[in-house]
Nanobody, 125 residues
Framework: QVHLVESGGGLVQAGGSLRLSCEAS????????MAWYRQAPGNQRELVAT???????NYLDSVKGRFTGSRNDAVKTMYLQMNSLKPEDTAVYYC???????????????????WGQGTQVTVSS
């Protein structure tokens, strides 16, 4: 099975930095768009950043200039460099990826959406 595992979360003071990683594993043919989402208690999950296969990115307005998404397809890993962190950034951060896998039965490939289990980011004031 395909699995996504986030790491790098933790507790940091406002103004500090964290670097999140999302590693994909399993029988993977190709990874299309990847994305970071976050969810604070009582809030809905929101899209933070997308990273396309070619490396192009889009960001939530509130993180522009502070967060940088990237990916290294050779190691099937996506990153989120978070600088100038604010208390409002406190949330569980989730990795999402659209991944192509080879069909176990029959020819061809299947694309599916996968989620990691999340990593906690806490920014204190």
């Amino acid at each position: 099975q395909v699995h996504l595992v986030e790491s790098g979360g933790g507790l940091v003071q406002a103004g500090g930095s964290l670097r999140l990683s999302c590693e994909a594993s399993g029988s993977i043919f190709r990874i299309d768009d990847m994305a970071w989402y976050r969810q604070a208690p009582g809030n809905q999950r929101e899209l933070v950043a997308t990273v396309a296969p070619g490396g192009s990115t889009n960001y939530l307005d509130s993180v522009k200039g502070r967060f940088t998404g990237s990916r290294n397809d050779a190691v099937k890993t996506m990153y989120l460099q978070m600088n100038s962190l604010k208390p409002e950034d406190t949330a569980v951060y989730y990795c999402h990826a659209r991944i192509w896998t080879r069909n176990r039965q029959g020819p061809g490939f299947t694309t599916s959406d996968y989620w990691g289990q999340g990593t906690q980011v806490t920014v204190s004031s």
